[in-house]
């Protein structure tokens, strides 16, 4: 997982080839007044969700893994508060994993939780389990998805 802020984009840019296209967009669009919903970039090889999401407290938020995408999580309007903990600390998920949905659900507790504040970024791996939306209050947030 790397915690940075988008000024520095650049220099993770080299970890996936659709991460230079996924930095420039965001730092070029204003999101936080763009509709709700899914922005295609290229099909669903790099896309981004914009979601408007009440936060949850850390007892009510799952740990959720993915196998296809990198997840890179942006908050647009307020700092977000995500929980992680590594994919091999956890037992079986909660449910057989959803292929389709390409996630798997964990009742486990996190073990670290990060502040990510507005101009930075959360990039997580499929080994890093990831409990977003914690917090008080609504927030506007991106969620893109980068397959890999």
Do not use: C, W
Not at 40 to 53: K, R
Not at 76 to 85: D, F, M, N
């Amino acid at each position: 997982m790397i915690l940075a802020n988008l000024s520095d984009s650049a220099r993770y840019e080299n970890l996936h080839p659709a991460l230079p296209r996924l930095f420039d967009y965001v730092k070029t669009h204003n999101l936080l007044t763009a509709p709700a919903g899914r922005l295609t970039l290229d099909g669903d090889a790099l896309f981004i969700n914009v979601v408007d999401p009440t936060l949850m407290t850390k007892d009510a938020q799952k740990l959720e893994a993915h196998r296809r995408y990198i997840d890179v999580h942006f908050p647009l309007s307020a700092p977000e508060i995500i929980g992680v903990r590594h994919l091999s600390t956890l037992g079986e998920p909660d449910a057989p994993f959803d292929e389709e949905g390409d996630a798997a659900l964990y009742t486990a507790p996190a073990t670290n939780y990060l502040v990510v504040e507005p101009g930075d970024f959360l990039l997580v791996f499929p080994e890093d389990a990831h409990a977003p939306i914690i917090g008080s209050g609504k927030i506007r947030k991106l969620i893109a998805k980068v397959l890999l």
